[in-house]
């Protein structure tokens, strides 16, 4: 019986890259431990001026996770946030370099 999945989304961060390990590097803390989003965007901006995006670790089951994904016969679209719109573009490319590694 063929499969009605057509299509598997996944996302980039907490599922193929480490975003938390490195932010809570960065900031000593994980986003949700923050009470405020001005201090989390500190160490948000810190991540973008510093290229961290691009140079994120893989999730410890990456290899599994692809290797698997590789074997189904549907398109596969990677999903990602770059957070704000102000923010977009330097987001956004680094993401697209760490895709392309």
Do not use: C
Not at 30 to 42: A, Q, R
Not at 84 to 97: I, P, S
């Amino acid at each position: 019986m063929p499969s009605s999945i057509e299509k598997i989304y996944v996302d980039m961060d907490g599922v193929i890259s480490d975003f938390l390990k490195r932010f809570k590097e960065i900031s000593g803390r994980l986003p949700s431990e923050y009470k405020t989003e001005s201090t989390f965007g500190k160490y948000f901006v810190q991540m973008i001026n510093g290229g961290h995006f691009k140079t994120l670790e893989k999730m410890p089951d990456y290899t599994d996770l692809v290797s698997y994904l590789e074997s189904l016969p549907v398109e596969k679209i990677i999903l990602s946030s770059t957070g704000r719109v102000e923010t977009h573009f330097n987001v956004a490319t680094q993401k697209l370099q760490w895709l392309a590694q």
